[in-house]
Every structure is written in C-alpha cells, then in structure tokens.
C-alpha cells in the first residue's frame, strides 16, 4: 500500500521556523516528484513547493523562506519553512506525482499536519 504521512506541524511564533517532513511508505519517494500543498480555512488548496524526480525543486508559492529537500536514506521529503508569518497559518500537505506540475496527478496524499503561526 502506497502511503504518505506528514509531520513537525505545530505551534510557532512569528519568525520562527519548522520542518514537516513527509515519510513515504509502499514506494520509494525518489522516483517520483513529492509535492507540499497547503489548505488555510476558507480558502483553496495552493501549492507550495515540489521536487522532481531528478532532485530539481520548483517553488510554487514564490517564497524562498520554504525550501524542499529529500532524505532518500530515510525515503524522507522535507519543507523547511522559515520566517514564519501568521498568513502561513494551513493544513499543510505532502503529495506523490509524477512531475511538478501543480495540476498535475497527484495520487497519493496524507492527513496533513497542522501549522498554527501565532504570538
């Protein structure tokens, strides 16, 4: 079984920082590109960051404070996020594919994991 389960959300002051990481199970996360979304109430789905298949990252959200990487040792994909800001505040995602396209297939995806930035 196919699977994907994010992690590291939290609580976290303006400014600060945190690591989701996206654990891959059933597959091996390197050949496929692994995508961060992001879901803020009331609003759609946008997505954040990706990484390809060959290790290129594309970043969807136009912010260089949230940077993808992988860990293949560890079948691992994180998002480092820094300088956090209240408007960051989403359920965030990770998501199986096959290329960095936002409207791409994306068919496998976890729970997600919670990101609160609040004094």
């Known amino acids: 079984q196919f699977e994907v389960a994010e992690s590291g959300g939290g609580l976290v002051q303006p400014g600060g920082s945190l690591r989701l990481s996206c654990q891959a199970s059933g597959f091996t996360s390197d050949y496929y590109a692994i995508a961060w979304f992001r879901q803020a109430p009331g609003k759609e789905r946008e997505g954040v960051s990706c990484v390809e298949i060959r290790g290129d990252l594309t970043n969807w959200s136009g912010e260089d404070r949230f940077t993808v990487s992988r860990d293949s040792a560890k079948n691992v994909v994180y998002l480092q996020m820094n300088s956090l800001k209240p408007e960051d505040t989403a359920v965030y995602y990770c998501?199986?594919?096959?290329?960095?396209?936002?409207?791409?297939?994306?068919?496998?995806w976890g729970q997600g994991t919670q990101v609160t930035v609040s004094s």
């Open positions: 998501a199986r594919g096959y290329n960095c396209l936002q409207r791409g297939v994306w068919d496998v």
